[in-house]
C-alpha cells in the first residue's frame, strides 16, 4: 500500500523559516508528479507547489519567491522550503504524489491528478 507521511510543521513568528518534507513508501518505482496543497480553515485546498520526475518546478503565485519545492535523487521524498512566513501561510500542509503519466504537473493542474495523499502537517504563523 502507497504511503505518504509529512513532516516539519510548527508553529512560528512572521518571517522565520520552515522546511516540509514528505516521504512515500510502499511503490516499486518513483513518481511522476510530486506537490504540496494546504488548506486553512473554511477555504478550499489550494495548491502551493509541484514537482515532476525530471525536475520541472510550478508555484502559485502567493508563495513565488518564499517557497521552494525540491526533490530527492534516490529517494522517493520531496520538500518544501518555506521562507519568511506569514500569518496568511497558515494552513494544514499535505503532500500528493502521482505514479501514472499525467498530460500535465503544475499547480494549476489541481488537485485531481494527484491520487495518493498524506495526513496533513500543520503550520501556524502568528504576527
Known amino acids: 500500500q502507497i504511503r505518504l507521511a509529512e513532516s516539519g510543521g510548527g508553529s512560528v513568528a512572521a518571517g522565520v523559516s520552515l522546511r516540509l518534507s514528505c516521504a512515500a513508501s510502499g511503490y516499486g518505482s518513483r513518481s511522476y508528479c510530486m506537490g504540496w496543497f494546504r488548506q486553512a480553515p473554511w477555504k478550499g485546498r489550494e495548491g502551493v507547489a509541484t514537482i515532476t520526475i525530471d525536475g520541472w518546478l510550478d508555484y502559485a503565485e502567493s508563495v513565488k519567491g518564499r517557497f521552494t519545492i525540491s526533490k530527492d535523487s534516490a529517494e522517493d521524498i520531496w520538500y518544501l522550503q518555506m521562507n519568511n512566513l506569514k500569518p496568511e501561510d497558515t494552513a494544514t500542509y499535505s503532500c500528493?504524489?502521482?505514479?501514472?503519466?499525467?498530460?500535465?504537473?503544475?499547480?494549476?493542474?489541481?488537485?485531481?491528478?494527484?491520487?495518493?495523499w498524506g495526513h496533513g502537517t500543520q503550520v501556524t504563523v502568528s504576527s
Open positions: 500528493a504524489a502521482e505514479y501514472e503519466l499525467p498530460s500535465k504537473c503544475t499547480v494549476r493542474a489541481g488537485s485531481a491528478i494527484f491520487a495518493y
